[in-house]
């Protein structure tokens, strides 16, 4: 059974910064790809960064330039380090992980406040 655990959220000012954390496990092999994404209340579940399966980082246009994400892939292990962080970027942070079919494992989620 694939887990997905996420660590790294809490509550933040304008303008701060917090780093996210997700480790994958359950797999007698490593997933093709993994990410991060993120759902406000009232809104749909949207993309943040995440890896492809060729191993280049894509990002939603909003979150260029103050979010990046990186990987250890000897952990199965993504980060995601926010800086700059705006109250619209409130929201319950989900990792993913795509073993074959997608993005289609999908982590507790962890909150991220951002106060104004």
């Known amino acids: 059974q694939v887990q997905l655990v996420e660590s790294g959220g809490g509550l933040v000012q304008a303008g701060g910064s917090l780093r996210l954390s997700c480790t994958a496990s359950g797999r007698a092999f490593s997933p093709y790809a993994m990410g991060w994404y993120r759902q406000a209340t009232g809104k749909e579940r949207e993309l943040v960064a995440a890896?492809?399966?060729?191993?280049?980082?894509n990002y939603a246009d909003s979150m260029k330039g103050r979010f990046t994400i990186s990987r250890d892939n000897r952990e199965n292990t993504i980060y995601l380090q926010m800086n700059s962080l705006e109250p619209e970027d409130t929201a319950v942070y989900y990792c993913?992980?795509?073993?074959?079919?997608?993005?289609?494992?999908w982590g507790q989620g962890t909150q991220v406040t951002v106060s104004s």
């Open positions: 993913a992980a795509d073993y074959g079919f997608g993005f289609d494992h």
């Open positions: 890896f492809t399966r060729g191993g280049s980082a």
